[in-house]
Structures are given as C-alpha cells and as structure tokens.
C-alpha cells in the first residue's frame, strides 16, 4: 500500500479562508478542487435548473395531460436504495402534485431480473394503467418499453445510468446521459432525475393555472429521500449533488423527514438530529437495499410511504431483521468465497490477474457485496457467481463484478464476448462494477478469457494499491468539536471523507472481538486510542497509518479516536 497525499493548491485553501471558512476545511475543500466559497453555497437557488433536462419539459406536459384527463399511473421501479427512494419520491410527488390514481411496481431481483422486461410491461397493463414511469431503470429496456407500447400505455423513461447503442421508443425519455442533453450533472441519481421531473411538472401545471404560487406544495419536502438515494447509489458527488444531499440532511437534522426514515434512523440506533451522510450510505441505505437483495423491495418503498409512525416502525424493524440476515449470509458466503479466490494460487505467490468465484450455494443476492471484499483484499478485478433461482433458468450463473482503478470492468466484458462469442449470455455496467450472465458450463471459458485479458490491461502500476489522503493532522485539532464539524459536512463518492496520514508510534495493541485491532497511540506526542476494523495482524512500534477521526462515548465521557484504514508497507 502506497499513501498519498493529496495536492492543496495554496491560493484556493487561501480563498477559503479569506471568505470565513475554517483552516482544516479550508485545506481539505481545496485538496478537492473547490476554488471559491460559491461552489460550498448549498443554496436552492443554486441548483441547476430543470429547463436544462432534455425531456423534462416533454415529460411534464405528458404527466400533466394524463393527471387532466384522469389517466392511471404506474411507477416501474427499481429493487435498490435509489430505486425505492426514486419511487417514493414519484409516488409521492405526484400526489402532492394532484394525481388521483398512482401505483407502483417493483421487479423480483431473481424472478424478473433488471429493469422494464416485457414481462413487467404485462403486469402494469393488467393492473389497467394508462401511462408507464420508469424510475432508476428503462434507458436499457427496448423490448419491455415496446412491449408496454403494444398494450395501449403511455412510457416515460427516467433513468441515469448510460445508454447502449439503442434507445428505447418511449414517448419520453428524461437522462442526463442520453444523447444530446447538456444538463451539467450527468452524476444524478435516478432519485434526483425524478424529482427534477416533478419540478417541471410543477412549473407546467403553474403554467395551466392549475397552481399557482400560493397553492403549489413545497416538493423541497422530498429532499430527505433524494439526498437518501443519491448517497446510498454512491454517485459522484458533484457540486449539484451535494447540494440535494446538504438540502436533505438540513431537513433531516431539523426533524422534517418521511416517518419511514424516521423509523428507519430508530432501527439502526442512529440519530436523526446528528444525521451524516455515513447515516445514510451505511445504516439507513443498506437496511432498505437488503429488501431488495433477500426479500421483496415493496417492503422498502412501503416504509418511505408510510405517514403511519406506527406502521413505518414495524416495516423499519423487518427491513432491520433482513438487513441482519443478509449480514450473516454475506459473513458465511465471504468466508467460502475468500477461501476458493485463495486457494487460486499459493501462498506466498500474487493472485492471478482476475478472480473469478463460484460455489452451489451462493446466494443471489449478495454477490456483488462478496466480490467487493475479494476485490479489497486481493486488489485485483473479481466476479462472484451464484446459480440461477429464475425458473428456466437453472443452469444460467449471475455474475457480479469489482474492479479496481485503471481497470474498466465494462469494457473487459465487451472484449471477453468479442473473443469468446456465445459465453456470456448478458452482461453491462460500469468501469468499477458490471453484471453478467453465463451457462455453468461456460464458467471456465469466462474466467480464462477475463484473466487474458486482465494480464494484457494489468500493468504494475495498476497493480499499485494506492490510497490518496490529506496529510498530517496538526496536534490542535484532535478535539471532539473538531470532529462534529467534520461529520457535518457533505462527504462521499468523488468527494472523499478526511482521510489523514503520518507516522505514529504504536505504544500497545490488542486484538478485540477476534477480528478487530485496538490500539493506543502516540500522535505528535499526544497520546490516542485506535481502531482498525478487520484488521488481525499485529503492526510495528512505528508505522504510517491513514485514518478518520471519530468520537468514542464511554461513561458519559467524549474522546477522539483514529479509524485506521491503510498503513504504507
């Protein structure tokens, strides 16, 4: 592991500071190419405007004339965090906008798979919608879209995720990604795609006269949701990004949040008041992602639905009980799976350009998670598969994907289909994450195809851990204060958290737990207590950690402590 430290441009941090900032937030805002005290003004008045969406006002004027006409709308969503919020956003938008009749409906991760199937297509037109909504997915779905247009319905697609080489033929189509939009944040989650869609809606039905300022609801009620989605789905947190999510969190901190998210901070012992984006990338996110891994996303979206406290509190304490669950057969199945990629080569030796994993009894639903730890660990590209559930389907492995930096995870799989024709029967994604779809049979031809092609991209370099942080910590600034400051700010996906480094002196170390290494430290002659999470072995009297800062609570007294998360060796 090599730590890094990430460049200050002087002038900028001198900026910050001039303009009132703090010194520390200065350094690290700057560290992260912010240049003036405009781009960290969370300011409603700031964000983009929906006039810039292509297809926003298109999808306005198509969503106004069906609530007019008394049309039946149906939400086709998706089975994760962004996916439900987007959902609830829709759902509940609309509503507030004056829809009389909306529903919605959420695929089965394992029966119907991703996305607008033309499966899906005959389930909305059976329940007698007039116009299909698409949230978080349908910018991929040609025949479902075309199948739901040979029925009778209406299609709106909103999506965020990249487009292939053909459209589908929806009457609408709201991405940033699409062809020929310039909105700037093409990092949107699907959750703010939605709710960009309502503000045109908004603006439109003003436009008819149906509202007017004084009767027009405040959608800025939503932002909870949107901010919940747009960290869970970790998309880059551009400018306009972070200001839904600081606008969320404002209202969440205030108390004006849905029930269900109440409900949900309650389960997972956290608070609402003090609420992070942490809260909801790694307590809130995961526990409504889980419905969608082991059960039915219905149980998600319901419980962002609620305005019954007491019924939100039930559905938030199942999604607990499942998010448990998921836990336990994600520790069991890292376990097998850890052991299989190991026993890929032997000790003492480096791993083999690419892991490719498989075993019977891997569960669907949580081998994206497993890849993600392999990949961690072993620092190479790494697919974990599991069998099929899908009826007609059994002899077909789902593959999720993990990449590492440098390593386009999509395009691999675009080149592994080019040399080995017929192998994969699906696949798609992202640079660090992709899904495919392979016969059992075909699982050893995959996997020796990947790894060639693996061993032709791979260079030393790449093969680099590398971990960039923001330098020293100066002695005056390890005070709890300092911390909540921290903790307040809007971090995340392409605006890391602090992450410090510098060399400390390890005065006593203890395993805790088994599988957790607690420490006491000397930072710049200060004394300080430590943990590394997962971390087993034992480190040296002197060493280079990087490290967050975190508040420990013992005995009603508040001390710092470092989260370790890398030392340089």
């Known amino acids: 592991m090599k730590l890094l430290t990430r460049d200050v441009p002087p002038r900028s941090a001198w900026a910050l500071e001039q303009a009132g900032i703090h010194p520390l937030l200065a350094r690290l805002y700057a560290a992260r190419g912010v240049q003036s005290e405009v781009e960290l003004d969370d300011g409603l008045n700031l964000l983009l405007p929906p006039s810039g969406l292509m297809g926003g006002q298109a999808a306005a004027t198509l969503l106004a004339d069906a609530m007019a006409a ?31 009749n909306v529903s919605y409906l959420v695929p089965d991760r394992v029966v119907d798979g991703y996305g607008l199937t033309p499966t899906i297509a005959q389930r909305v037109h059976a329940q007698g919608a007039d116009v299909l909504i698409t ?27 990249l487009p292939g080489s053909t459209l589908p033929t929806a009457e609408v189509i709201v991405n940033p990604n699409q062809p020929g939009c310039s909105f700037e944040s093409k990092s949107i989650a699907g959750v703010g795609v939605m709710f960009y869609v309502l503000l045109a809606l908004r603006a439109e039905l003003r436009q008819r006269g149906v509202l007017d300022q004084t009767t027009q609801p405040k959608l800025d009620a939503l932002l909870p949701l949107v901010a919940l989605g747009t960290v869970a789905d970790v998309v880059k947190l551009d400018a306009n990004n972070r200001r839904l999510v600081a606008q969320g969190l404002k209202r969440v901190r205030a108390g004006a949040l849905p029930p269900g998210m109440s409900a949900l901070f309650r389960a997972a012992a956290r608070e609402a ?54 836990r336990v057969i994600e520790g069991d199945m890292r376990e097998m799976a850890m052991d299989i990629a190991e026993s890929l080569f032997d000790e003492g030796d480096e791993p083999p350009p690419a892991i490719c994993v498989f075993d019977p009894d891997f569960h669907e639903g949580v081998v994206g998670i497993v890849a993600s ?33 440098g390593f386009h995870l999509r395009d691999a799989l675009d080149l592994v289909a080019k040399r080995a024709p017929g192998v994969l029967l699906r696949f798609g994604g992202h640079a660090m994450a992709a899904g495919c779809t392979v016969a059992e049979e075909h699982l050893d031809v995959f996997e020796e195809t990947l790894n060639q092609v693996a061993a032709e991209w791979l260079d030393t370099a790449t093969l680099q851990r590398r971990l ?11 005070r709890v204060d300092m911390v909540d400051m921290l903790h307040r700010e809007v971090w995340g996906q392409g605006f890391a958290a602090p992450l410090f480094c510098e060399e400390v002196d390890v005065v006593s170390q203890r395993l805790v737990g088994e599988k957790h290494l607690a420490l006491k430290l000397k930072h710049q002659g200060q004394a300080i207590g430590g943990i590394w999470f997962g971390r087993t072995e034992p480190l040296p009297s002197r060493v280079k950690l990087a490290y967050r800062l975190d508040v420990d609570e013992w005995q009603g007294q508040k001390r710092v402590r470092f989260m370790v998360e890398a030392a340089e060796g």
């Open 70 to 100: 008394g049309l039946r709308l149906c939400i086709v969503a998706d089975y994760d965090c962004d996916g439900a919020t987007a959902c609830a956003v829709a759902v509940r938008g609309l509503r507030m906008l004056g829809a009389q």
């Open 135 to 161: 949230v978080d997915n349908g910018i991929a779905s040609v025949e479902g879209v075309a199948e739901a247009q040979r029925l009778g319905l209406k299609v709106l697609v909103t999506d965020h995720h």
């Open 273 to 326: 008041a003090k609420a992070t984006t942490f809260d909801f990338g790694f307590a809130l996110g995961p526990r409504i992602n889980a419905a969608g891994r082991l059960s039915d996303m219905t149980l998600g979206i319901e419980c962002l639905l609620s305005d019954d406290a007491a019924r939100a509190d039930e559905l938030a304490r199942q999604l607990d009980t499942i998010n448990r669950e998921r």
């Open 373 to 405: 730890r392999i990949k961690d660990k072993l620092h190479r590209p790494t697919f974990v598969f599991a069998a099929s559930n899908a009826p007609g389907k059994e002899h077909e492995l789902k593959g999720s994907g993990r990449s590492i930096p």
């Open 468 to 478: 960039d942080t923001d330098g020293p910590l100066p002695p005056e600034y390890l």
